[in-house]
């Protein structure tokens, strides 16, 4: 007997090329189930934020939303300033609060009409009020990651005199918060039909620069001083932040002297 040859065994069927599935921009752009009282708003804020912007542009109540988030705004802001403001107490407990509320809103207000002629110049066919309450939604967001991050601010103003330190954290602790709001200003674009987003990139850089000026503006937030607010000595906030760490650095010298 011979032994017949096995067939020759098949190859295997080619893989396919893997191909990642395109991010549909409208996922979550849905309408807002649950109504836009407080406790709804800022649960889906931070699950589904594009379910407010649907609101805002298609229906009719969402008229409340901006004031609705500009409410949570400002609760969050003073709460978190009023952690902020431990750190020298005296009149910083109410004036940090104060500085971080009005600085914030001013910022976003005078950032408003560059961000509804960037978006229209990006393509972005939506009502006014839908810009209104997307910068609303960045701010809010903000917002309550900062909450989110106050217990670790009350820790270290309540532990350490460094207001080097603690300023550096905080500024850190506002630009990744920021981010996560840019985020959404970013996701709203495409959500309703923006294909250009270089213009956005340019506002957000405009303004986060407006923020950190702000904090320049308004100083002091930490620490105390002869003046609730300095408007006379105008001063960039990158010099103003230079000028703090020199003498921080001049300081602990002498002390070692």
Request: aromatic share 10%; charged share 15%; glycine share 8%.
């Amino acid at each position: 007997m011979t032994d017949e040859p096995n067939p020759a065994t098949p190859p295997p069927p080619p893989v396919p090329p893997f191909r990642s599935e395109p991010r549909d921009p409208k996922k979550g752009y849905e309408p807002l189930e649950g109504g836009s009282d407080l406790p709804n708003l800022i649960n889906k804020l931070l699950k589904k934020p594009l379910s407010l912007i649907h609101n805002l542009e298609l229906e009719e109540d969402g008229r409340k939303i901006p004031l609705h988030l500009l409410l949570i705004s400002v609760i969050c802001l003073a709460i978190f300033g009023l952690v902020v403001g431990t750190f020298s107490w005296q009149e910083q407990i109410w004036a940090a609060p104060l500085k971080i509320v009005g600085g914030l809103l001013f910022s976003g207000l005078i950032c408003l009409p560059s961000l509804y002629i960037f978006a229209c110049l990006g393509g972005l066919d939506a009502k006014f009020r839908t810009i209104v309450g997307v910068l609303c939604g960045l701010i809010a967001l903000s917002g309550l990651l900062l909450v989110g991050f106050a217990p670790v601010v009350w820790l270290f103003s309540v532990s350490s005199t460094s207001i080097i330190f603690l300023g550096f954290l905080l500024l850190s602790l506002w630009i990744v918060c920021a981010g996560f709001g840019l985020v959404l200003v970013f996701r709203a674009g495409r959500a309703l039909g923006m294909t250009n987003t270089g213009h956005l990139t340019v506002w957000c850089a405009v303004f986060l620069l407006v923020t950190l000026q702000m904090t320049t503006t308004l100083r002091p937030i930490i620490g105390t001083s002869d003046k609730l607010i300095n408007f006379e000595e105008k001063k960039f906030f990158l010099a103003y932040w230079s000028e703090q760490l020199s003498g921080d650095y001049e300081e602990d010298e002498s002390e070692e002297k």
